[in-house]
């Protein structure tokens, strides 16, 4: 396949990673101790805070193994993308203010208050790895675009990219990190509009969109039980709900200056991730319609259709153009790495190397820590990315969902009902995500899909896509319906603690009932600050964005590249303007 890579394209690469590496150096002098490098020092604007939620809750993988179930099963990959709309709204409803309210620098802290030293360290030396493991199947999804874009080796792409995304994620703290999500928000919206238009113009229209995609296939196809498709969608729902309603990953918002300023992120996140997949499954639904055949475009990719998103771009974007769609997809995954591994540097070094190590160490001691711990733990992302690439016998989509229903949901279930349910244990946490591991153990080794059609006595076997189906409904239905089993019924056994812990425990709750204001952190001038860098830089790279509209397209061409300078242009402005207002004027 002809990959029509251009100079221009090249080099509004090149560009995008010097704009990052200046964002990295620009807000580093807004870091004076670890709580501003792990958590911005809990003075961020709402747009900061919610860019970020957003931009860390998907990466490339939402433009390969997602676009891959779009080409294969059409409208239905919507499902998971509005499981965290919906998430996200219960962020604004309750998680977003309860996990502001908590007043720590890390989410392990507000463990370590609520259960104990001991559920300190458990989650942190499970969240380490499994962090990890996350991040490498995300960098792995971007392995899989830049090797269909470049055709080079998977394995070679994951350690080049890696290796640029850890040099990025170094150069600041949480203010740099989520800084450059903001950016990555701006960027990436508007390409996405783009994509979508000349996706359907190659298609012929909304109309011919719709009337030549494989009606069978609309709604999810190579099914022999349809009502399994109905089941799937709910699961997913619990499943997205439970990644953002938990005391680790609502975590997000502790950066946010204050409650209010973290429930309207929330809600921000939440319209975004309504917006977002009207027009991010266009592209791969409209290869399905044109590359019916991947597998001769892309032969050295073991799961072709994970590059439909990226094949119609290369036939159809402008010249330079395709270069800022490579930026917005490399920023996804940017994003969704650089913030967990600042969070878990965090978490090494405040609920760790802090407590248990070094108790006598200064914040100058802890910074540098931090910044090498964030090195180390770059190190094995990019070598469990390397390692994911040699899975043969699964696809980036089963692969990530069902990581997440059996690892990551035995670790959500205590984290959603500590904040709920007071009087139970500390060893309640710990004990039931352990047993909610083995249990996962369980039902990958023995509670198969044939295990399942031999107990129901059914007639025609499951499908392929069935049986992965069935996989992810099962880890997620028995993993939250055991863990609150365990954890809920650990209540009976419950007995008042002694009267420190009583009063840790005590103090806890009644900050989760308090709302921070923004008085309490003292973000008056940060606020104006970081809206007016901000306002600059978004300029800065819209102004960019608007002379490529001089190089040689198609009118339609240049006028795509005049509507996301414009975007950018526009939206800087107005964050310059009102930065350089104080809020003690406003």
């Known amino acids: 396949m002809d990959i029509s890579l251009t100079n221009f394209d090249y080099g509004v690469v090149a560009f995008y990673f010097l704009f990052m590496l200046a964002i990295g150096l620009l807000f580093r002098k807004f870091i ?9 020092g809990g003075q961020m604007a709402w747009w900061m805070a919610g860019s970020s939620a957003f931009m860390v809750q998907f990466s490339a993988w939402t433009f390969t193994g997602a676009a891959s179930k779009a080409y294969q099963d059409g409208v239905l990959i919507l499902v998971i993308f509005f499981g965290n709309a919906i998430g996200f709204l219960g962020n604004f409803w309750w998680f977003a203010a309860k996990c502001r309210q908590s007043r720590v620098v890390t989410p392990v802290e507000a463990m370590r208050i609520r259960f104990g030293k001991t559920a300190e360290q458990m989650f942190t030396w499970l969240q380490l790895p499994i962090g990890t493991l996350y991040a490498g199947i995300w960098l792995n999804g971007l392995g899989v675009f830049f090797a269909a874009v470049f055709g080079f080796d998977i394995e070679t792409t994951v350690l080049v990219t890696g290796l640029v995304v850890l040099f990025l994620s170094v150069t600041g703290g949480s ?3 989520v800084a450059s999500d903001f950016m990555q928000v701006l960027v990436l919206m508007p390409i996405s509009v783009v994509c979508a238009f000349f996706a359907l113009k190659e298609v012929g229209g909304v109309d011919a969109f719709v009337e030549e995609f494989p009606a069978e296939r609309l709604f999810g196809g190579g099914t022999n039980y349809s009502s399994l498709i109905w089941i799937w969608v709910v699961v997913i729902i619990i499943k997205q709900f439970a990644s953002t309603n938990n005391l680790m990953d609502a975590s997000r918002y502790l950066c946010a200056r204050d409650t209010k300023e973290a429930r309207k992120g929330a809600l921000l996140a939440s319209a975004l991730f309504v917006i977002g997949p009207v027009v991010w499954f266009i592209p791969p639904m409209a290869s399905a319609i044109l590359y019916p055949d991947l597998g001769e475009m892309f032969p050295q990719l073991k799961k072709p ?18 270069g ?14 650089d913030s967990g591994l600042n969070r878990n540097a965090g978490i090494f070094v405040r609920n760790f190397y802090l407590p248990v190590l070094r108790p006598q160490a200064d914040e100058k001691e802890l910074l540098l820590v931090g910044k090498i711990t964030t090195l180390v733990l770059g190190g094995a992302i990019i070598f469990a990315g390397i390692q994911f690439s040699q899975l043969k016998d699964i696809g980036l989509f089963d692969l990530m969902l069902q990581f997440g229903a059996l690892v990551a949901i035995p670790m959500q279930v205590p984290l959603i009902w500590g904040l709920v349910v007071k009087r139970v244990p500390d060893w309640a946490s710990w004990v039931s ?6 249990v996962s153990f369980s039902v990958k080794t023995w509670v198969t899909p044939e295990f399942v059609h031999e107990f129901l006595g059914l007639d025609a076997d499951f499908s392929d896509r069935e049986a992965g189906d069935l996989k992810l409904i099962l880890g997620v239905v028995i993993n939250i319906s055991f863990g609150s089993l365990v954890y809920l019924g650990s209540s009976l056994l419950y007995k008042e603690p002694k009267e420190s812990r009583k009063v840790e425990v005590d103090t806890f709750f009644a900050n989760l009932q308090t709302p921070v204001e923004a008085n309490e952190t003292g973000s008056g001038e940060r606020d104006a600050s970081q809206g007016k860098a901000l306002g600059i830089l978004s300029m800065i790279y819209g102004g960019f964005v608007a002379v490529l509209a001089l ?6 061409g240049r006028f795509a590249f005049l509507f996301c300078g414009g975007v950018l242009l526009g939206i800087g402005y107005a964050l310059a303007k009102t930065g350089k207002r104080s809020p003690k004027t406003k």
């Open 175 to 177: 203010w740099a990190v």
């Open 32 to 40: 004076g101790d670890t709580s501003d490098y792990f958590r911005g």
């Open 324 to 337: 800022l769609l490579m930026s917005g997809i490399f920023a996804a995954t940017m994003s969704s790495m």
């Open 433 to 438: 995500i352990l047993l909610g591991l083995i």
């Open 305 to 322: 259709e994970e590059a439909s998103y990226v094949a119609i771009c290369i036939m159809t974007l402008p010249a330079g153009m395709l």
């Open 551 to 556: 190089i040689p397209n198609p009118a339609s």
